[in-house]
């Protein structure tokens, strides 16, 4: 936060924000700025798993 001189309650507000928003309204942002196709996925499991198959 300092990096950018954001007000101390910057985190509060944006809880704010984001908690007033609708499924929808998140839906709509995440398909206009997230692009599968540039995603990478990581998945980490516990040593001892012994999961084997697609993660779902």
């Not at 950018?4 to 995440?30: C, N, R, W």
């Amino acid at each position: 936060m300092s990096a950018y001189v954001l007000d101390p309650k910057y985190i509060k507000k944006e809880e704010e924000i984001i908690g007033a928003m609708t499924l929808e309204q998140h839906k709509q942002l995440s398909q206009k700025y997230l692009d599968e196709s540039k995603m990478a996925y990581l998945v980490v499991v516990d040593a001892g798993c012994n999961a084997v198959g697609p993660v779902q």
